[in-house]
Structure formats: structure tokens, C-alpha cells
């Protein structure tokens, strides 16, 4: 049997029923297309009040029947006029509840694009619920790492071995050649100008302090920024888009304890272990230019770094170490749980938790320096 509409007016409602096969085999078969048929429902809504569908002589149907009755629904709807489709038989009533529940995209409108004053107006207005949503996130690490140490946290120790081992060991191949090769250009480009005063030797304290107080947590901060932040966000976002951190709420476990804890006790444990490790490394290189650029002699080399290189200097490093471990973890777990459900917000929040890494260590190195320079150290 053809597709078909019979529709009638009663008391200012327009009756829709739907009979026949609607299956797209069919509905292609059929001598009237059913546009012709919504054209002719749409017409007869003039005049109406209510809109009210029927399918019970409808012996089969797919989407090309929901579209039908989805085109003079929402026609009906722009118009203010009620549309009951509770006789709908099976699941076609909530199906198309769930199509009318969804507004179109754009109205088959272009939208203009927002000048530059809008843009500014929106994103100055969009500050308070960020900063609502930053402080509230601080708030559930907070009570998190306080849940870790009275042993109530829902944390588990092989996820913290994990990340352990993810942000220490399979770092040191990215961190021993970014911090040799730094070594080598601070030894490089100093010596061209010590040269001029004769003070070749003055490279070894002049690599091993900048690299111990503040190139070395800086270069490691910036490599973990690009490496490890960017993985944190990436990971927990893609838990996101799979709806798996939803499972763990469902399962009564928080996701802050689950996911978030251990990647800031990680990273801000072995941030300090890598600077001290990258240290090492960046002395190591101007060493090599020093010994075999600047014939300077090595025990001449080491004990010139030593003689200028005080535990202080060290102590300096590793707190500036410290803050970057947290400030990283924190951005990239932030973008993630944050992040939206689907690709593009993933991509979206990996990039923002590495930019937000970044100026976050170098507005902490900035701070840092301010205070220890008021503080004489």
C-alpha cells in the first residue's frame, strides 16, 4: 500500500494520519512524493490551533515518515499552534519530541560575524564564569590532596607509579638534549663577549648559575609544558568525549581523586628530580665548549663553577621547579575536565592547556624573581 496523508480540520485542529508503507523503498516507489503531501499539510494550516498525527494504518515506517511529520511540526510550531503527537504508535512520539527538542543551527540564516568590540565584550564577560570555574577546580584538588593524605582518596598507586614513570624516565631523553644544547649556547654566546675582557674563565660560573637558578627549571617547566601537560589534557579530554569520567561519577568515584591527583602529585614530585637532572646537563655542555672550544683546562672549568655556585642558588631551582610541576598538571587537567564531547575540543584543549602552561611559568618566574630580589637572595 502507497504512503499516504488524510487530512482533515476538526474544531480548529488539522488531523494528520499517516497510512500505508513509509519505508524509503516505497516512498520512492510512490506515484505522490511526500512533499507534495507536507505541501499540502502546511497549506491546510491555516487558520488552525492544533496540529494532531496519526500513524496507526501505517504498516512500516523509517525516517521518511519522522521527516514528514518533522516539517509540518515545526512549521506549526514557528506558527504558536500546539502539536500533540502522543497517538503516534512505538517510538515515533519520542523521536520526534527529541527532533522538535533540538533547534535548527542557524535558522538557514548566515550568522554575521562579530566585530571586534563584540569580541572583546564577550570574552570580558566571559571572565567571571572562568574564574568561578578556576577556583572551584583549585577547590577539588585542594580537598583531594587533603583526602590523599588522610588515606581517603580514591587514588590508586599504580596510576601514581604510572605517571611517575611517564613524567620522570621517558622525559630524560627530551630534557637531557634540550638542556645539553642550552649549555652549549650559554657557554658559546657568553664566551664571544668575555673574550673581549680576557675572562674566558668566568663561562663556567656564568653557565652553572643561570642554569641552576633559573634556565634549568625554566627549560624543564617549558619541555613538560609541550610533552606531559599537553598529554594530561589530551587524555582526560578523550575520557571526556567517551563519557568514561561520567561512568566514574556514576560509579561513585570521584574524578578529581581518579584522574586529577595523581597527575599533580607526579609531575610536581619529578619536577624538581628532571631540574636537577637538567642542571647537570647544561653544565655539561658548557663544559664541552669550555674545554674544547675555550682550552680552558677542566679541573680550571669545575672548580671556577664551584667556587660561584652555592646551595642557595640550588635550593632557588628546585622551588622554582616546584611551582612549575603544579602550574603544568594543574592547567592540563583543568583543560581536560573542562574540555567539550567531541575532537575539535580536544585539540581545542590541548593547546590551551599548553599555552596556559607557558605564561603560567613565566608569570611564576617573573613573581618569583621579584620576591627573592626584595627578599636580598
Known amino acids: 500500500m ?29 506515484p505522490s512524493a511526500p512533499e507534495s503531501m507536507t505541501t499540502t499539510a502546511l497549506s491546510a494550516l491555516n487558520g488552525a490551533t492544533a496540529v494532531r498525527f496519526f500513524a496507526a494504518d501505517v504498516t512500516e515506517w523509517d525516517s521518511s515518515l519522522l521527516a514528514a511529520f518533522y516539517a509540518i511540526a515545526q512549521e506549526a510550531r514557528a506558527r504558536g499552534l500546539v502539536v500533540d503527537a502522543s497517538a503516534l504508535p ?22 554575521r560575524e562579530p566585530g571586534f568590540l563584540e569580541t572583546v565584550g564577550e570574552k570580558t564577560l566571559a571572565w567571571p564564569g572562568i574564574t568561578r570555574n578556576v577556583v572551584e577546580f583549585l577547590g577539588e584538588v585542594t580537598l583531594s590532596v587533603a583526602r590523599f593524605f588522610s588515606g581517603k582518596a580514591s587514588c590508586s598507586s599504580r596510576d601514581l607509579w604510572n605517571v611517575f614513570r611517564e613524567c620522570g624516565v621517558d622525559a630524560l631523553p627530551i630534557v637531557t638534549l634540550t638542556s645539553l644544547l642550552l649549555g652549549l649556547i650559554l657557554a658559546f654566546v657568553s664566551s664571544m663577549q668575555l673574550k673581549l675582557f680576557g675572562a674566558e674563565i668566568y663561562v663556567a660560573s656564568l653557565v652553572g648559575v643561570s642554569m ?69 646537563a647544561g653544565i655539561a655542555g658548557g663544559f664541552l665548549v669550555g674545554v674544547l672550544m675555550l682550552d680552558i683546562s677542566p679541573a680550571a672549568y669545575v672548580n671556577n663553577s664551584l667556587q660561584f655556585m652555592t646551595l642557595s642558588y640550588v635550593w632557588i631551582g628546585l622551588l622554582h621547579a616546584l611551582v612549575f610541576g ?35 611559568i613565566i608569570v611564576a618566574t617573573s613573581v618569583i624573581t621579584i620576591i627573592l630580589t626584595v627578599l636580598d637572595l
Not at 487530512?7 to 516512498?27: H, Y
Request: one cysteine or more; a positive charge.
Open 212 to 280: 641552576v637558578r633559573v634556565m634549568g627549571p625554566v627549560l624543564t617547566g617549558i619541555v613538560l609544558s609541550g610533552r606531559t601537560g599537553a598529554s594530561f589534557a589530551a587524555v582526560i579530554g578523550s575520557m571526556q568525549v567517551n563519557e568514561e569520567v561520567d561512568a566514574l561519577t556514576g560509579f561513585g568515584i570521584s574524578p578529581t581523586d581518579f584522574l586529577v591527583l595523581p597527575r599533580v602529585l607526579g609531575l610536581a614530585v619529578m619536577t624538581p628530580l628532571l631540574t636537577l637532572y637538567a642542571d647537570v
Open 90 to 111: 512505538g517510538g515515533m512520539a519520542p523521536m520526534l519530541d527529541m527532533a522538535l527538542a533540538v533547534p535548527p543551527r542557524d535558522n538557514g540564516v548566515r550568522k
Open 2 to 30: 502507497p504512503p499516504a496523508f488524510d487530512i482533515q480540520k476538526q474544531q480548529n485542529a488539522l488531523i494528520v494520519r499517516a497510512s500505508g508503507s513509509w519505508s524509503r523503498q516505497a516512498v520512492s516507489a510512490a
Open 326 to 360: 603544579f602550574i603544568i598538571a594543574l592547567c592540563g587537567c583543568y583543560q581536560g575536565m573542562r574540555c567539550g564531547r567531541n575532537a575539535s575540543a580536544v585539540g581545542r584543549a590541548t593547546t590551551a592547556a599548553v599555552v596556559n602552561s607557558i605564561v603560567g
